[in-house]
Every structure is written in structure tokens, then in C-alpha cells.
């Protein structure tokens, strides 16, 4: 069975409605960002490093940028709900998704939370009942406002926002005049590294700037809306922190601007007395109410999307038939919400989740280069990253290194959610989920270039320099002739050497006769003998291969028998040992050579294999037939690949070539009924230390009926074993 690959974009049977435009988009992404980025966190931050907390906001913007970028890219070209967990998931596969779902669900409902108990020091001014119960009252109104649908969420939104905004912009006109600059010395009061401190804590106010993408399902034109939705935002909000901390910063005395827990509406009172800061405070109650909204509409579609593939329970997938909104994921998420808002103290909250969002953030710069590198035939964003891949790395390194400033209790914090996410998969999703992603397929295809490109470069040489055949056992004199018509077959014309050892002097003699030297010497061939019975003879073999620059061993292998015990044990020493390629014939006698099988089984073809295969098929006029057997669980997409591959490796043989590709539960059984018919298979021979019982390469040729030559390189299996861990990680 041959396969063709199936390369498309994701589907879904379960659709959300396209209800949201450009202004309803900006009202998410604002809201989600202006609350207790500027409400709360600037007194944190001043605490940590003084007047310079408002470039604390313009380096954590900067650091926020390269994923502005990379999620508004394939937001276009993937626009379903989910965001960073989608894109995480498509591009890494589902285990990192898994982790990277939880981590952007947490963060986001941490952050919703963060706004939400930060209401209590604003609303001491207006009430005095218990402000976090208060807070649980609010998260379960939002609940509700959800359940009823996004777009009736958004419009309050909207009003919230709008009024946000416009108290703010007032506050910053009217203020700057009251600005005193004295305030600004000295500007680093503890150093460069608390300035970094400070933006690992407040970077969780720009987290709201990508929530775009995980109602992107929900966006009218999401083409154009969703980009120019990102960059309104975080334009903005690059301006307005900074401006309204260097007002607080300006108006208000240092201490009493690092003890207040309500550092707007202390600024405010500075500048326009008892009535500033009633305006203020209520002002900020209605932004963290309106970030809580934010994040509880956010934070709900991941486990919804989550759920859509099966790495989270089915309950989560349902969606309202009245309003369109995930009902179940917008319940379980807002009851989590509600516990954070009354168990979890305010600063830890926001540690948390800048914790999560700066190690989610360096997950989906990574995401946005697997789809780059992944040559997908459906990923067509309608946005581009500019100055790729330089912005993602920048934003890879630089989210990382603010992780390390944010403290130990959230970094540990962020890694046991990693921890736990993977654990949940393993538990939960690994036998539910698709396999495929970007990454995988990014890591076949240039696997794919590389051995295609070198297979095309020892094809079109000259082939191999100097070969050196041993023959150890008594054997008929067809069995040496068929070493010497192999190692003929694939030495380089002119100048390449063939010299045979021989051990044993009841081996018939001469080993060469004077007519095949003459013939070696006409085709510019140096042939020699040595003759050594008394020798240490593997010894004596790696002593002439590692002295004379062998390219290729060639030896036959005969079964293994308790008199042929010691031989067989000698060669695998040496096949593991040997610093050159080794190769050897097992099972019966040569005959005319009309078909040669190449075996793939277990990774890539390898060029020393194709190259040996192709050379023989060329000086016996014979045909080639690649075989690859995959697992029974292969996917469509594994099974294309290979079928991809094989075509791919047709272009650059020059005898005819056939493929076979088939997936099946018994591995020896199919490729021994596939090799049917073959006068000759080439398989690999993995090393010996890494087979605890029986080699498999031996196990396959006792199953043929006809002749294997198993070839050995100890390059080919590092860079294999390499793929093979990079595929585990990316699983």
C-alpha cells in the first residue's frame, strides 16, 4: 500500500460565529490590557526599581513584540478558537499544546483574577462589605453576561472601555502640567537588573494584546481585522503606560507611591483633590471589571479548543445552540475564576501570570518558525512576521531571560504547570490525539532535503577509494568470488584499491588468479593479498582499516551455529568497532542480480546504502524496488511522507526503480513477503550495543530467501537516533 500525503488545515465540525469586527476585537485587546497594567502594577513596580518602573513598561513591550508578530501571522492563516494553543499544538503536536493550554489558560485566568481581587482596594472606597466576596459576586454576573454570548459580552465591553480610555487620556493631559522632574532622580534607584525585575512583573499587562487570536473563530475578516487589531493595541498601550506611570511617578511621593495598593487614584487626589480620586476609583473599578470580563472570554476557549481535540474532556465542546458561546468551558473556567478571586493573594497572582505568559510567549515564537520551516501546503497567513526568523529568536531569548528575573516561586510555579500539563497528556490525551504537526513535518522535510541532497552527491561520485574484503571461515570458491564481484562493483575507476585478506589455509587458493589482477589493472583497479592464518585476525582487520584509510569492510557472515559462533561474534565486534563502513553478506550464494530491494525500514535511506544498491544495479543492468514498512499506527501523513520521499529518491537513480510502502503489525513478516522476488536486499544493520537481545537486522535476513547485504555506518545511526529523540520531544 502506497500513500499519498494529505497536507491540510485543520478542521472543525463545531463552529463558533463570525459576530466581532475591528472595534469589537480593539475592545478586547485593550480591555484585557488596561486594567491592572496600570490600575495596580505601577506601585509594584516602583517598589522594585523606582521612577524608571515606566521603562519597565516600554522593555516588556519590546519583549511582547516578536509574539505580536508571530501569533498575528498565523492567526491569518489559522483563524479558529484556541490562539496560542492552537498554534502551539498544529506546529509542536499535541503534547507541547497540551502544556501550552494549560499554561495560557492558567495565566489568562490568573491574570483575570489578579484584576478582579484588585478591585477590593478601589471599591474600600465606595462599600464596606468584604471586597473579595464582592469579587466572587462580580466573577459570577460575568459568568453569566458569557453564557448569554460574546457578542453581548463585547458591547458591554465596549461602553466599559471606551469610558476607561477617555478618563485616562484626561488624566495624563491635565496632569502632565503637575509633573515634577525632581521626582525622576535618582531614575535606577536600585540598578539595571531591578529594571528588568519590574518588566518581568508588569509584562503580564500586554498579555491581553494576543487574546485576539483565541476568539479569532469569532472575528468577522480575520485577515485584516485580527493584525491591525494587535498592532492598534499594543501601539497604544506602548504609549499610555508608560505616560500614565510617569504622571503617578511625578505627582506622587515616593513612598507613598510604593506603599498604596490604588496608585491612580493616589496620583489623582494629588492633582484634583477628593473628587479626582472618587472619578479614578470608579473608573478602575469598571477597567477590572472590564479585564475580568476580558480574560474570563479569553481564558474559556481553551479548554473548548482544547476539548475539539480531544486532549481535554468532551463536555468542554459544547457550544450554546441560542448564543453561540462554549457554555461548559465558560462554566468550569469561571468557577476556577471564582476560587483564584477568593483563595489567592494579589501579588503572587501577578507573578504567576507573567510566569506563564513569558514562557508561553517563547513557546509560540518557536511555534511561528515550525510553520515557516514546515513548507504546509495550506499555511497561507495574509499577514507575514517581518525580519524572520531574527524577531523570534529575539523573542525567544528575551522571554526566557525575563523569566529568570521574575523570582523562584513563580518560575517554580510555571514549571510545575509544565510538569502537569504533560502529565495530563500522558494520562489523558496521548492516546486520543493526532500526532501531526508542523514541526514534524518541518523535521521530515528537511531530513528529506538532506539525504536526498546527499544520496544525488555519492550517486554522482566516484564511488568507493579503498575496500578492503575479509575472508575469514572455509568457504567455496563461488561464495569469495561473489565478495570480490561486489567490492568490483563499487570501487571508484581509476584509482581504486581492492585488498583482500584471508585467514584460513584451507580456503581454496589462488584467492585471485593472476587474469582478475590484470583485469582489476586495466580498469585502473590495485588489487592485493595478504595471507595471515595465524594472526589476530579482527585485530588484524581494524589495525589495516584504521592504518590504510579503508572506505568500505566487505565480509560474509554465515548463520549463526555453535561452530560458527566465534566468526559471527568477531564481525560484530568489528561492525561496532570499525572506523570505516562495513558490509556483510549473509543466506545463500549470488546468482545473476535482476531485482535489488533496498530496505528503509526504521528511518531515511541512508546514501551509503542507496549509493552501494545503485552502483551494483548499474554494472549487473539490474532494477531497484524501496521498500519501507512503517508501524500499524502510521497516520496518512507518516505513510505520504515516506511515499513523498521515495519519489523524491527516483530523481536522482539512474537504474529503474519501484516503490512499495505499507504500514503493518508484524515488522519481519511484511518486509520478508515484500522482498519476494529479489535477487539481492541492502538493508541497515543497526549497532549491536544498542540491541539488548537479537539483532533485528539479522532476524530480517534469516526470514529472506535470497542473499542480504547488511551495511553498517556509525554516522547514519547518530543522526538517526538524534531525529528519533527531536520526533519523541515534538510528539
Known amino acids: 500500500m502506497s500513500s499519498l500525503q494529505r497536507d491540510q488545515a485543520p478542521e472543525s465540525d463545531s463552529q463558533l460565529h463570525r459576530s466581532l469586527g475591528l472595534i469589537g476585537v480593539l475592545t478586547l485587546s485593550i480591555g484585557a490590557m488596561i486594567g491592572s497594567g496600570i490600575f495596580v502594577l505601577p506601585s509594584l513596580a516602583f517598589k522594585i526599581t523606582g521612577p524608571s518602573a515606566m521603562v519597565a513598561y516600554v522593555v516588556a513591550g519590546i519583549v511582547v513584540l516578536p509574539a505580536v508578530f508571530s501569533k498575528a501571522e498565523m492567526a491569518t492563516a489559522m483563524p479558529a478558537a484556541g490562539g496560542t494553543y492552537l498554534f502551539i499544538h498544529r506546529a509542536m503536536g499535541p503534547m507541547m499544546g497540551t502544556i501550552a493550554g494549560f499554561g495560557v489558560w492558567f495565566s489568562l485566568t490568573f491574570k483575570a483574577a489578579f484584576a478582579l481581587v484588585g478591585l477590593s482596594a478601589y471599591l474600600s472606597l465606595f462599600i464596606t462589605a468584604d471586597a473579595r466576596l464582592v ?53 535606577l534607584t536600585q540598578g539595571n537588573k531591578a529594571l528588568i525585575s519590574a518588566a518581568a512583573v508588569v509584562f503580564v499587562s ?47 511621593p515616593a513612598a507613598e507611591l510604593a506603599a498604596t495598593t490604588t496608585p491612580v487614584a493616589t496620583a489623582a487626589e494629588q492633582i484634583f483633590g477628593r473628587v479626582g480620586e472618587i472619578v479614578i476609583s470608579a473608573t478602575a473599578v469598571i477597567a477590572l471589571i472590564s479585564m475580568g470580563n476580558a480574560g474570563l472570554v479569553a481564558s474559556a476557549r481553551y479548554p473548548f479548543a482544547m476539548s475539539r481535540d480531544q ?58 518558525i515550525a510553520f515557516r520551516e514546515s513548507r504546509l501546503s495550506w499555511y497561507h497567513p495574509a499577514f507575514r512576521s517581518p525580519a524572520y526568523p531574527y524577531v523570534q529568536i529575539f523573542g525567544i531569548l528575551s522571554s ?85 564481484r561486489l567490492a568490483m562493483h563499487m570501487l571508484a575507476e581509476p584509482g581504486g584499491r581492492l585488498h583482500v585478506m584471508h585467514f584460513d589455509d584451507r580456503l581454496p587458493v589462488p584467492v585471485l588468479s593472476e587474469d582478475d589482477i590484470a583485469a582489476g589493472a586495466a580498469r585502473g583497479i590495485e588489487i592485493s593479498v595478504e595471507h595471515d592464518p595465524e594472526g589476530n585476525r579482527r585485530g588484524a582487520v581494524h589495525l589495516y582499516a584504521e ?66 544498491a545503485e552502483r551494483i544495479a548499474r554494472a549487473e543492468s539490474a532494477s531497484l524496488r524501496l521498500i519501507h514498512v512503517a508501524q500499524a499506527t502510521a497516520s496518512d501523513e507518516q505513510l505520504g511522507a515516506i511515499d513523498e520521499y521515495h519519489k523524491r529518491l527516483m530523481l536522482t537513480l539512474g537504474v529503474p526503480v519501484e516503490s512499495q510502502v505499507e504500514a503493518a503489525e508484524n515488522l519481519v513478516a511484511t518486509l520478508a513477503r515484500l522482498s519476494r522476488g529479489a535477487n539481492l536486499v541492502l538493508m541497515g544493520a543497526p549497532s549491536h550495543r544498542f540491541q539488548v537481545a537479537t539483532d533485528l537486522a539479522d532476524r530480517i535476513a534469516e526470514r529472506l530467501d535470497c542473499p542480504a547485504l547488511l551495511i553498517h555506518t556509525p554516522v547514519v545511526e547518530t543522526m538517526t537516533f538524534r531525529r528519533r529523540l527531536i520526533e519523541r520531544f515534538i510528539s
Open 311 to 368: 486532549l481535554a474532556p468532551a463536555f468542554l465542546n459544547r457550544i450554546s445552540s441560542r448564543s453561540g458561546a462554549p457554555i461548559s468551558s465558560i462554566i468550569f473556567t469561571g468557577t476556577v475564576l471564582g476560587l483564584l478571586v477568593g483563595l489567592v493573594p494579589l501579588l503572587e497572582l501577578a507573578k504567576l501570570a507573567s510566569a506563564f505568559q513569558l514562557l508561553v510567549f517563547a513557546f509560540l515564537n518557536l511555534a511561528h
Open 135 to 187: 469579587g466572587v459576586l462580580i466573577t459570577v454576573a460575568l459568568i453569566a453576561l458569557n453564557l448569554i454570548g460574546v457578542k453581548q459580552s463585547m458591547a458591554l465591553q465596549t461602553v466599559l472601555v471606551a469610558g476607561v480610555l477617555l478618563v485616562l487620556v484626561g488624566f495624563v493631559t491635565f496632569g502632565t502640567p503637575d509633573i515634577a522632574t525632581s521626582a525622576f532622580e535618582p531614575f
Open 547 to 612: 592504518r590504510n584509510e579503508v572506505d568500505m569492510v566487505l565480509a560474509d557472515l554465515p548463520q549463526e551455529l555453535p561452530a560458527t559462533r566465534h566468526i559471527v561474534r568477531d564481525w560484530r565486534w568489528l561492525r561496532d568497532h570499525l572506523p570505516s563502513d562495513s558490509a556483510f553478506l549473509r543466506n545463500r550464494h549470488l546468482t545473476k542480480i535482476r531485482n535489488i530491494v533496498v530496505m528503509g525500514t526504521g528511518g531515511p535511506y541512508d546514501p551509503l546504502k542507496l549509493n552501494m
Open 400 to 484: 526566557l531571560g525575563l523569566l529568570t528575573q521574575i523570582g523562584l516561586i513563580p518560575t517554580i510555579g510555571a514549571v510545575g504547570f509544565i510538569v502537569a500539563g504533560f502529565l495530563w497528556y500522558r494520562g489523558f490525551g496521548q492516546a486520543r490525539a493526532s500526532h501531526e504537526s508542523a514541526a514534524r513535518d518541518a523535521l521530515r522535510v528537511r531530513a528529506q532535503d538532506r539525504y536526498v541532497a546527499e544520496t544525488a552527491a555519492a550517486v554522482d561520485g566516484e564511488g568507493f577509494r579503498h575496500i578492503l574484503v575479509v575472508l575469514r571461515r572455509p568457504a567455496r570458491l563461488e561464495r569469495q568470488q561473489n565478495l570480490i
Open 206 to 252: 500586554y498579555a491581553g494584546v494576543t487574546k485576539i487570536a483565541s476568539i479569532a473563530e469569532e472575528v468577522r475578516n480575520p485577515e485584516r481585522t485580527i493584525p491591525r487589531g494587535m498592532f492598534m493595541s499594543i501601539g497604544l498601550m506602548m504609549l499610555l503606560y508608560p505616560a500614565v506611570v510617569a504622571i503617578m511617578v511625578g505627582v506622587t
